[in-house]
């Protein structure tokens, strides 16, 4: 037996350990497929209300995971979020639903393609509307750039919203310019997606650059707005200076921009559900391999 | 009109310690009382104000001079509003217990 079988052999060895250990891992993993099983914060859990596979949302209780396992009440780090509704779009239609059942905290949202905003009021090319589009934008990218940085490449994040051109005939997020209140600067009705700028109560500053003393940011604004679009509420976390999270109820003060912070996104990962693999999609890889390998053994 | 005086001169003598004088109960105590004296006039669905459900935070505030001041953020919440934001707001000046009414969004 020379080097080379003595290697061969081994490799051999190895892969027929590793489909062992694969075989063993589906029984134990069937045996208690409640437990999460993949690395990070994901968890999986049945769940008896709307929920996704292979992509696409369906209805019924089907094992899935979310990339983050906190619920949205949690107070964590720089936010902690109050979850109203989320988002779901299949690709065809989309839906704008309430948290459902146990799992209130967790909005179940998940945008295969993208959701609509539309602006309802002509505006067209006026700086209201572009920065009503860098704030969508904001969400976005910001998003996805936070998602990106998790170093999870595995997963596609499903969070994205779009510019319709006409008023679309599927449910989308409609913007306006018509509300008056003198201390509201803006608003949103989740019973007709509807966000409403208050411009004729405050002088606005439109500027792409950051405010100067005493001009009150409408970008700000806008990203707060589009916060409650996504589907959250105000931040319920006490003690944290006005700023500390795009969704405080409180309007940025004069000379202010506020930003979205990463534990808006983290609201983000929390509210929408991910397409991660399911466990039945890892553990049929698995078999597979075990498979070959020991068919390639036999040989 | 007493017990505005009283208020008055409760804010001098806290300002005057330099100190957090008001505590989260008695903040929301301020904030109620001052949102019942203007409450009326100050527009739609005030009327269904929780004051029973209140919240408070601390935060900090920049004032019209560009001054950072130490607040609690008092928030009586709107009964059955698919609105955000609902409901009535006020600063509460840690400090002094100046009330002012919140601009939301």
Known sequence: ?299 | MKRRWFFSLFAVVAAMSGQDRIGKHRAVELAAEWARRNHGGLGRGKSALQFDKAEANEASWKNDHGESRPVWFVHFPERQSKVEPSGLAVRVDRETGKCERAVLE
């Open chain 1, 1 to 299: 037996m020379d080097l080379e079988d003595i290697t061969v052999q081994f490799t051999f060895s190895a892969v027929r350990q590793t489909a062992l250990l694969a075989a063993f891992g589906v029984i134990l993993c069937h045996q208690a497929v409640a437990l999460p099983i993949l690395a990070g914060n994901e968890h999986t859990h049945n769940n008896t209300v709307t929920t996704w596979s292979s992509g696409v949302k369906t209805n019924g209780a089907i094992l899935h995971q979310h990339w983050n396992a906190l619920p949205l009440s949690t107070n964590n780090g720089e936010a902690s979020w109050n979850a109203n509704k989320a988002w779901d779009n299949n690709g065809t239609t989309t839906t704008f639903h309430s948290s459902l059942g146990g799992d209130a905290d967790f909005g179940h949202g998940f945008i295969a393609n993208r959701v609509l905003y539309y602006f309802d009021t002509a505006y067209t090319g006026n700086a209201y509307e572009l920065r009503v589009e860098q704030a969508f934008t904001d969400w976005v990218t910001g998003a996805r750039t936070y998602y990106t940085n998790s170093a999870r490449t595995d997963v596609v994040l499903g969070f994205n919203f779009t510019r319709a051109a006409a008023r679309p005939t599927e449910t989308y997020i409609n913007v306006k310019f018509n509300l008056t209140d003198d201390n509201t600067t803006g608003e949103f009705d989740s019973g007709n997606q509807t966000i409403s700028f208050n411009l004729e109560d405050f002088t606005w500053y439109t500027g792409a650059a950051a405010p100067g003393a005493g001009q009150q940011d409408f970008l700000s604004t806008a990203r707060h707005e589009i916060g409650h679009a996504v589907g959250f509420g105000h931040n319920k976390n006490a003690a944290k200076v006005v700023g500390s999270s795009i969704m405080w109820s409180s309007a940025a003060a004069q000379g202010d921009r506020i930003a979205i912070t990463n534990g808006d996104f983290e609201g983000v990962m929390a509210l929408y559900t991910q397409p991660v693999p399911e466990p039945s999609t890892v553990l049929g890889g698995l078999v597979v391999v075990g498979i070959v390998a020991i068919r390639r053994r036999r040989r």
